[in-house]
């Protein structure tokens, strides 16, 4: 049921470090959160943009050394577009997102402790009418488990790459636009 000890603490250890560098980011503040949205403040975009990429580069370097395997989902679009219907909607409900709300539960925020209780209790509904809506789910279109460097015959290190520079592109792209202003209070 459960995975070996060792990975068990190596991702208790990394989801608190990746906790503590939302936190540190300021990204699970509600002010940060929208600024976003009011394209005011891009700082929750570089830290996302940022983990995307190491952790893209991170994952695949890890399986090329046999340290771990990436377990492919399959591609349905329908599910896609529904669960980003749903994620979209708490967070612009919340004000925070799955992550940044146990980074602020961690700051020992009250709403944002209410917020993960509520993420509890849809989880819980989910599970409990999984098998009433499992018919509905299998009839979505479904393309299997498929990737983009299998359907392009191509390394999936090209990929890797052209996502570090696209991200490197857009970052670099976002603070020409909008320049990071120095906080006076440092």
Request: include cysteine.
């Amino acid at each position: 049921m459960f995975d070996e000890p060792l990975k068990l603490v190596l991702g208790l250890v990394t989801g608190i470090l990746f906790g503590v560098l939302l936190q540190k980011g300021q990204v699970a503040k509600f002010q940060k959160l929208m600024g976003q949205f009011l394209l005011k403040d891009f700082t929750v975009v570089k830290i996302m943009a940022t983990a995307i990429a190491v952790g893209t580069v991170g994952v695949h370097a890890l399986v090329a050394m046999g340290l771990a395997e990436i377990h492919i989902q399959t591609a349905s679009l329908a599910r896609v577009i529904v669960g980003g219907v749903l994620f979209g909607t708490g967070l612009a409900i919340f004000g925070l997102c799955p992550g940044t709300s146990v980074a602020a539960c961690g700051e020992g925020r009250r709403d944002a402790m209410v917020g993960v209780f509520g993420m509890f209790i849809g989880a819980g509904v989910y599970v409990a009418a999984f098998p009433a809506l499992l018919p509905m789910i299998k009839a979505m279109v479904d393309y299997g488990k498929v990737t983009l460097p299998q359907l392009s015959g191509t390394s999936p290190w090209l990929w890797v790459g052209a996502l570090v520079a696209l991200i490197v592109i857009a970052l670099a792209m976002i603070e020409r636009i909008y320049p990071r202003k120095l906080d006076a209070n440092l």
